[in-house]
């Protein structure tokens, strides 16, 4: 069975761009989270969709959304890049949401860097 | 305070040795428990869950979870210089995975 996939794997952007990442779950898998990485910052959870719809959200800016299509696969878009948004965007998917927590598996990752 | 805190290491043990991997965490309604392997420059890998107080064994890698001490912990045996990695502890809590800054882990040939 196929891994979940990100595109683009790396993006340069420069400030005040926007940009769009899309993610494909494994096949049969519902839902998508969507984490930033940083080296200061480590793991931080941006927000989950399920079925179309977001359950849960992240403490990140209104600039940071994302969508998710009826074959589960999902995009994010952060617009008016900041030079902080610099980082490793990773998509896991898992088959169903909600507790006990399904087993999120992660895609490679998408490194933007904004200059 | 921290949700999930990790001890960031690094974590140097010698081939074949035992290595030791701690996560305490704070929301005692947590019920599910990840840990995560990551090599530098890829995306984590999920390696152990455990649910269930008690011990939990996969192969070279055993979880232990304690909700009375909210603290979950990961076992490697026989440590292999392929396991040098980064370690990521992750804990349901609201509704999301929260993650550690993760341990740093270094086998020694």
């Known amino acids: 069975k196929a891994g979940v996939t990100q595109t683009p794997r790396y993006l340069i952007k420069t400030r005040g761009q926007q940009v769009t990442l899309s993610c494909s779950p494994i096949?049969?898998?519902?839902?998508v989270s969507w984490y930033q990485q940083t080296p200061g910052q480590g793991l931080q959870f941006l927000f989950e969709?399920?079925?179309?719809?977001?359950?849960n959200k992240g403490n990140f800016p209104g600039r940071f959304s994302g969508r998710q299509f009826s074959n589960s696969r999902s995009e994010m878009n952060v617009s008016t890049l900041e030079l902080g948004d610099s980082a490793l965007y990773l998509c896991?998917?898992?088959?169903?949401?909600?507790?006990?927590?399904?087993?999120?598996?992660f895609g490679p990752g998408t490194r933007l860097t904004v200059l | 305070q921290k949700e999930v805190e990790q001890n960031s290491g690094p974590l140097s043990v010698p081939e074949g040795a035992i290595a030791s991997l701690n996560c305490t965490y704070s929301?005692?309604?947590?019920?599910?428990f990840f840990w995560y392997r990551q090599y530098s420059g890829k995306s984590p890998e999920l390696i152990m869950f455990?649910?269930?107080?008690g011990d939990k064994e996969d192969g070279r890698f055993t979880a232990q979870l304690n909700k009375a001490s909210q603290y979950v912990s990961l076992l490697i045996r026989d440590s292999q210089p392929s396991d040098s990695a980064t370690y990521l502890c992750?804990?349901?809590?609201?509704?999301?995975?929260?993650f550690g800054q993760g341990t740093r882990l270094t086998i020694n040939p």
């Open positions: 992750a804990v349901t809590g609201a509704q999301k995975l929260v």
């Open positions: 455990i649910y269930s107080n």
């Open positions: 896991a998917s898992s088959v169903l949401a909600g507790e006990p927590y399904n087993e999120q598996f």
């Open positions: 969709y399920f079925s179309e719809t977001q359950r």
């Open positions: 096949s049969g898998h519902r839902s």
């Open positions: 929301d005692r309604g947590s019920q599910s």
